[in-house]
């Protein structure tokens, strides 16, 4: 089983409502992910944090908001989305080693299906 | 020219064969390699991870890479039911970013 833990797996919202996606590690990570996944296409970045900062932000909408309360939680804050924003959200985290022979091996949650009507 | 080419298949083998998965890439700073498996409605499990070149093998898995070629692989022996899953490869040269394949999707046949 993951030690990436998301909640809720699965989110319906309107186009004018508020929602979070949260996610939890509990491996010592120093690195969080967003990914955003499409049916038949490979995980796409949308945010890294890298020691509870904002290091990566891959020109994504301001309609989400992510926010890292502390090294082992995540949120993605949800306004306003529209209904081509429904996908699969992964949430992952890494070691963050620079350099070294572990590299930085990215461990995947079960994510979190979101359908925006 | 994407940064890594993937058969997206899909591959379809009798139980009990062996599979064999490829990706290319193109960027040489890439140092470590992953292969990920993702079932239906899943997120992507990790499965095997190398380091440069060479291989490993975990199991019935067998990652390979050529770096020379800029070529790495996924062997499967003994394919069963269960591993009928997407396929994706991944690689990054050490930072944050990680470069996907677009996954081939493989079906093992009872």
């Known amino acids: 089983d993951t030690e990436v833990t998301q909640t809720p797996k699965h989110l319906v919202m309107g186009m004018t409502n508020k929602k979070s996606l949260k996610c939890e590690q509990h491996m010592g990570h120093r690195a969080m992910y967003w990914y955003k996944q499409k049916a038949k296409k490979p995980p796409e970045l949308m945010f890294v944090y890298s020691y509870e900062k904002l290091s990566i932000n891959e020109s994504v909408p301001s309609r989400f908001s992510p926010e890292c309360p502390n090294s082992s939680l995540l949120n993605l804050h949800l306004h306003a989305l529209q209904p081509e924003d429904s996908a699969l959200y992964l949430c992952?985290?890494?070691?963050?080693?620079?350099?070294?022979?572990?590299?930085?091996?990215?461990?995947f949650g079960e994510g979190s299906w979101l359908t925006v009507v | 020219q994407k940064e890594v080419e993937q058969d997206p298949g899909p591959l379809s083998v009798p139980e009990g064969a062996i599979v064999s998965l490829n990706c290319t890439y193109s960027?040489?700073?890439?140092?470590?390699f992953m292969w990920y498996r993702q079932y239906s409605r899943k997120g992507p499990e990790l499965l095997m991870y190398?380091?440069?070149?060479g291989n490993k093998e975990d199991g019935r898995f067998t990652a390979q890479v050529d770096k020379s070629s800029k070529y790495i692989s996924l062997f499967i022996r003994d394919s069963q039911p269960s591993d009928s899953a997407t396929y994706l490869c991944a690689m990054n040269g050490g930072n944050e970013k990680l470069t996907f394949g677009t996954g081939t999707r493989l079906t093992i046949i009872p």
């Open positions: 190398t380091y440069s070149s």
């Open positions: 960027n040489s700073a890439f140092q470590y």
């Open positions: 992952a985290s890494s070691q963050r080693e620079i350099g070294g022979i572990s590299g930085n091996t990215i461990y």
